[in-house]
């Protein structure tokens, strides 16, 4: 099992940034990959960012050069940094850890963007 804990969203103008943190119950260098997925009303949850547990990272086309995705691996915690946010980035936001057998994920939290 491993737990995760979101925090971190709220409101903001476009243009503006937020910082979205993740931490975990284990050490990041036993999970395979921790991952940031977003959901918009009525839309399918989709996978925003991930970093592996070597330091690797990969972003949704959606988002690069706007966010980052990094990491404390002293905390356990892992940061997606949100800049230049566009209303269509509203959404709730889960972070994710990817084991070999399972996915655990955090309760999300939500991201406004206002125009």
């Known amino acids: 099992q491993v737990q995760l804990v979101e925090s971190g969203g709220g409101l903001v103008q476009a243009g503006g940034s937020l910082r979205l943190s993740c931490a975990a119950s284990?050490?990041?260098?036993?999970?395979?990959?921790m991952e940031w997925y977003r959901q918009a009303p009525e839309k399918q949850r989709e996978l925003v960012a991930s970093?592996?547990?070597?330091?690797?990272?990969a972003y949704a086309d959606s988002v690069k050069g706007r966010f980052t995705i990094s990491r404390d691996t002293a905390i356990n915690t892992v940061y997606l940094q949100m800049n230049s946010l566009k209303p269509d980035d509203t959404a709730v936001y889960y972070c994710?850890?990817?084991?070999?057998?399972?996915?655990?994920w955090g309760q999300g939290t939500q991201v406004t963007v206002s125009s």
């Open positions: 970093i592996t547990s070597g330091g690797k990272t």
């Open positions: 284990k050490s990041l260098f036993n999970l395979n990959r």
């Open positions: 994710a850890a990817n084991l070999t057998l399972n996915t655990y």
